[in-house]
């Protein structure tokens, strides 16, 4: 049984463009959750996603956007990038009938 | 809202030792409360939570950890520490009255096991 998988693992982009990571839930999870960890921080929550529309959304501004498709999997959007979004995004994924999440391994993105 | 915090950056252990990573929380109404690990380059690892019921949970990899709600606890503990337990240890919190079960972390505790 596949864990949740992120893609890519790295990315680099430079200010002002956009990026689109992609997240596929563990086997059986339908809820999804997306968390920003900036260097020696603990993750952020960004949002989350469940019956494809967000259900809660952190201190994060609008140019953080997602989307969740009818095989639970779900994208992360950011559009107009800072060098300050630097950071490990890691998705999350739980059955909704349950509390305990479980992390992908991350996509590492850098802005130059 | 809801709030970790992990008061040490970084916990030193000798290999056999028992090891201890505390974490305080604050949060409106009960909480829910768990312990994940991260390796490396990698994502978060869940060793245990803490929903209800007895107040010393026990997890993966020989960890427990103990629920004291009148000090707003949530310490981690392994008896005896190997090695391989070096690692970066996160506590988190949500508000179980909070049904999208959204995380709060704490900045995470350095474990550093010296053989």
């Known amino acids: 049984d596949a864990g949740v998988t992120q893609s890519p693992t790295h990315l680099i982009k430079t200010r002002g463009q956009q990026v689109t990571l992609r997240c596929s839930p563990k086997s059986g999870h339908d809820t999804v959750s997306w968390y920003q960890q900036a260097l020696g921080q603990g993750p952020q929550f960004i949002f989350q996603?469940?019956?494809?529309?967000?259900?809660q959304r952190g201190n994060f501004p609008d140019r953080f956007s997602g989307h969740q498709f009818p095989n639970y999997s779900s994208e992360l959007n950011v559009n107009a990038l800072l060098l300050g979004d630097s950071a490990l995004y890691l998705c999350?994924?739980?059955?909704?009938?349950?509390?305990?999440?479980?992390f992908g391994p991350g996509t590492r993105l850098t802005v130059l | 809202a809801q709030s970790v915090a992990q008061p040490e950056d970084q916990v030193n252990v000798a290999e056999g030792n028992p090891l201890t990573v505390k974490c305080t929380y604050s949060?409106?109404?009960?909480?829910?409360l768990f312990w994940y690990v991260q390796y490396p380059n990698r994502g978060l690892q869940f060793l245990l939570k803490y929903i209800t019921g007895d107040n010393l949970v026990k997890g993966s990899y020989g960890f427990e950890a103990e629920f004291n709600k009148s000090q707003t606890s949530f310490h981690l503990k392994k008896p005896s520490a190997l090695v391989s337990d070096s690692a970066l240890y996160f506590c988190a919190v949500s508000a179980a009255e909070d049904g999208n079960n959204r995380l709060a972390f704490g900045k995470g505790n350095q474990v550093v096991v010296i053989p």
């Open positions: 996603y469940y019956e494809e529309e967000e259900r």
């Open positions: 999350a994924s739980r059955f909704s009938g349950v509390v305990e999440q479980f």
């Open positions: 949060v409106s109404g009960n909480p829910y």
